[in-house]
């Protein structure tokens, strides 16, 4: 039910409020109250305070401390209370939200809000009567409690204004308001030294695991006792307790491996959390490996604490240790092998055997072979990116003609091949044409597989260069996979006398294939220079005109394939008149 006691007998919004304030009705009319200010809340956490910390989880409640909100020296000697072995340790509170608690909370609301109607409907049928009289003279009558209810708030308020201690010093709206507090541990492990000084006997303890250690010994012995006990804790670290004579063991996250596959079942966890995951958790029942990015969402579900935290990989008994580290980026992070590429119009896979066998390399790494295979990747022009789906993109840069952003097309081919010759060729196929050289560079070819460029959209690109013939300027070629035919561009540029830069139009070159760039030398001769060389490495067409402020103009036309090129007529590509 959704409508308010006051509601279904007849008392108005006005009569509430008037009662609440003091005015005359059953019990007297005292004088309101000087309104109060809000609570504040800066170093308070919202009841209940749902603390999810690996094997460190509790819930406090209303019913257990009172009031609506605890300090952080409250919540953490109630931990320290629940968890010895934290007495001696350092922790911060750390508040987090995600889908997982948000979606928790309201189920819990909605549960609250259908036993609350139920009661309602169970009264009401009974004596509704009754139940008037009881609200009126409860609710709206009973000044002193209300004056008590006051009083316990400005404690409250009193409490929330000396005590501090909030990880970030303000309450966060979204997970301390009304559904209480999600809270995770951020705690301060001082490693034990190697020359520090272990008193014995000693306890080796995570919660309810503990491990005696009565005989003095060294650390690594200790250690092979409690992996010996508890693998998953394989390379663990300790924390060394003086006061109450305990280890705690607890593992570091170190640098991920991006784009590696853990085979599947694979187990999560430690201790009595261990769990074991299998390609029906990801949506699969066939799937048989899996990225950590697609771990780290599934288990966050379950695990909302660890939804930005990172794993631990024990290789012997396949199993992932979840850390409450945030993920880091490093500047020179590996990525697992083999990893996909995918480039213009290619994808290729990089393996462990182009690598030496290693089972990861960095970007850079990664580079050296594509550049092995397409030479205009070179290390000045190239920038590689990791993408989180799991495969490579390489970024090739000209120095005068923009950025290219590669990305796969269809209908595009590449080949190795040997040929009769015992020669080893390199294909690669363009809607448009066909290119191909030997490995070593030679005998480079190019043929057109597709009607040839109309005559007009020559003509189109004399007269946009003739327009300012002493300037140099730029024109781009597409080829419409949809519609099957070529299109002219004019790109976005600075132009000057002696030079051109102009901007890729990164989205057309996506969705069309580029056919050829053609740019124009204003009054100077037609020719490719050392800049034209560099820059025109990729795999399409290149043309070049000069000589504009004169009436027989002139051209360079070329096919390039990997910075290997073949002059053509301009017969060759486009339909020309008688």
Not at 273 to 302: C, P, S
Not at 545 to 557: A, C, R, S, V, Y
């Amino acid at each position: 039910m959704s409508s308010s006691l006051a509601e279904l007998f007849g008392i108005s919004s006005e009569d509430v409020a008037n009662k609440k304030k003091g005015a005359k009705g059953k019990g007297g009319g005292k004088t309101a109250k000087k309104e109060k200010k809000p609570v504040k809340q800066g170093g308070r956490y919202q009841l209940p305070v749902r603390i999810r910390s690996g094997y460190i989880q509790c819930t406090l409640t209303q019913e257990q401390f009172g009031g609506v909100t605890l300090g952080e020296n409250e919540i953490k000697t109630e931990l320290r209370k629940l968890y010895p072995e934290l007495s001696g340790i350092q922790f911060s509170l750390v508040k987090f939200s995600n889908e997982f608690t948000r979606l928790h909370e309201t189920m819990e609301k909605l549960a609250e809000n259908t036993d609350a109607d139920d009661e309602k409907d169970r009264t009401e049928e009974d004596d509704p009567l009754d139940i008037a009289e009881a609200a009126s003279e409860e609710d709206y009558g009973n000044e002193d409690a209300d004056e008590e209810q006051d009083d316990e708030l400005d404690a409250e308020e009193e409490a929330a204004d000396t005590d501090g201690g909030s990880d970030d010093g303000q309450a966060d709206e979204k997970t301390c308001q009304g559904g209480g507090c999600w809270v995770k541990l951020d705690i301060q492990y001082q490693e034990v030294k190697k020359d520090q000084t272990i008193a014995f006997p000693l306890t080796v303890k995570v919660g309810k695991y503990e491990l005696e250690i009565k005989e003095k010994v060294p650390l690594e012995e200790i250690r092979a006792a409690w992996v010996k006990e508890y693998p998953e804790y394989s390379d663990c670290h300790f924390c060394y307790d003086e006061r109450n004579s305990l280890l705690f063991p607890y593992m570091l996250g170190g640098t991920e491996i991006k784009g590696k596959k853990y085979s599947l079942p694979v187990q999560i966890g430690y201790l009595d959390q261990k769990e074991t995951y299998t390609g029906a958790d990801f949506g699969n029942a066939e799937k048989e490996q899996v990225t950590l990015e697609e771990i780290r969402k599934t288990y966050g579900k379950k695990h909302p604490e660890y939804e930005n935290g990172m794993f631990v990989y024990n290789a012997e008994i396949n199993l992932l240790f979840p850390v409450l580290e945030f993920k880091r980026e490093m500047a020179n992070e590996r990525i697992g092998l083999p990893i996909l590429v995918r480039g213009s119009g290619f994808t290729m896979m990089v393996e462990k055997e182009d690598l030496k066998n290693a089972e990861s390399a960095t970007l850079e790494e990664i580079r050296t072979v594509i550049e092995s295979i397409y030479p205009e990747f070179s290390k000045e022009r190239t920038e590689m990116h990791y993408d989180e789906r799991g495969f490579v993109i390489p970024v090739l840069k000209g120095s005068r003609k923009g950025v290219q952003i590669m990305n796969v097309r269809k209908n595009q081919g590449f080949f190795i091949v040997t040929g009769h010759n015992g020669f080893v060729y390199r294909i690669e196929q363009m809607p448009y044409g066909c290119f191909d050289c030997r490995e070593d560079g030679s005998d480079v070819d190019f043929r057109m597989t597709e009607k040839k460029i109309p005559y007009g959209i020559l003509m189109d690109v004399v007269a946009f260069f003739k327009r300012n013939p002493r300037k140099e300027a730029a024109v781009q070629i597409f080829y419409n996979l949809e519609t099957e035919k070529y299109e002219i561009y004019y790109p976005e540029q600075k132009v000057t006398s002696a030079s051109v830069v102009f901007t890729r139009n990164h989205d057309m070159e996506n969705d069309k294939v580029l056919v050829m760039d053609i740019h124009s030398h204003g009054t100077m001769n037609a020719f490719f220079s050392s800049i034209d060389d560099n820059d025109e490495k990729g795999t399409r067409l290149f043309m070049v005109f000069g000589n504009l402020d004169k009436k027989e103009i002139t051209h360079k036309l070329r096919a390039g394939i990997a910075g290997n090129y073949k002059m053509l007529k301009l017969s060759d590509v486009f339909e020309m008149e008688d």
